[in-house]
């Protein structure tokens, strides 16, 4: 099965860019990105060292309820390209990352979420949504919980 790594949308990076508010409510913090360690939610790449970066609260869910979870993310501060490529985006460089299965609800399915090789991470996602109960996975940092990325159908 075909599967795609699908970055923030470009209209919301837009807006956050242009000053809108946060999942808090809160203006995007500017920040000046010192290295690879600060990942782009829109191109899926790292903020490269010494560019202008933006620092907010980000809820990858349309409307509230109990799984919808709010974490810090970070974006380019000046318009990049959304990433639309084939693979692994770069972000995505570390050792392993939390997969984790949501249903149609964007309430999590119990059972799906494990922390998983990087390099495992597509045979992972295309098995998990093989079962129709998963609407979409979620790719999230292992060792501080951060949202990356969607992996949907392609």
Same mark, same amino acid.
């Given at each position: 099965?075909?599967?795609?790594? +699908?970055?923030?949308?470009?209209? +919301?990076?837009?807006?956050?860019?242009?000053?809108?508010?946060? !999942?808090?409510?809160? =203006?995007?913090?500017?920040?000046? @990105?010192?290295?690879?360690?600060?990942?782009?939610? $829109?191109? /899926?790449?790292?903020?490269? *060292?010494?560019?202008?970066?933006? #620092?907010?609260?980000? %809820?990858?869910?349309?409307?509230?309820?109990?799984? &919808?979870? +709010?974490?810090?993310?970070? /974006?380019?501060?000046?318009?990049? !390209?959304?990433?639309?490529? #084939?693979? /692994?985006? =770069?972000?995505?460089?570390?050792?392993?990352?939390? #997969?984790?299965?949501?249903?149609?609800? $964007? %309430?999590?399915?119990?059972?799906?979420?494990?922390?998983?090789? +990087?390099? *495992?991470? =597509? &045979?992972?996602?295309? &098995?998990?949504? !093989?079962?129709?109960?998963?609407?979409? /996975?979620? #790719?999230? @940092?292992? %060792?501080?919980?951060?949202?990356?990325?969607?992996?949907?159908?392609?």
């Amino acid at each position: 099965m075909p599967i795609r790594f +699908t970055a923030m949308p470009t209209e +919301t990076a837009a807006r956050l860019r242009a000053g809108a508010r946060d !999942a808090y409510g809160l =203006p995007p913090e500017r920040h000046v @990105s010192d290295g690879p360690g600060n990942p782009c939610r $829109h191109c /899926l790449r790292p903020v490269p *060292e010494g560019a202008a970066m933006l #620092v907010l609260a980000y %809820r990858p869910f349309h409307k509230l309820q109990p799984y &919808a979870e +709010t974490g810090p993310v970070f /974006l380019c501060a000046e318009a990049c !390209a959304r990433w639309e490529e #084939v693979g /692994l985006p =770069p972000v995505l460089a570390g050792p392993d990352y939390i #997969v984790r299965g949501y249903g149609p609800d $964007h %309430r999590i399915v119990y059972g799906t979420g494990a922390v998983t090789p +990087t390099a *495992e991470i =597509p &045979a992972r996602a295309e &098995a998990l949504l !093989a079962d129709p109960a998963i609407a979409y /996975l979620h #790719v999230r @940092s292992a %060792r501080n919980n951060c949202y990356l990325c969607r992996i949907d159908r392609a």
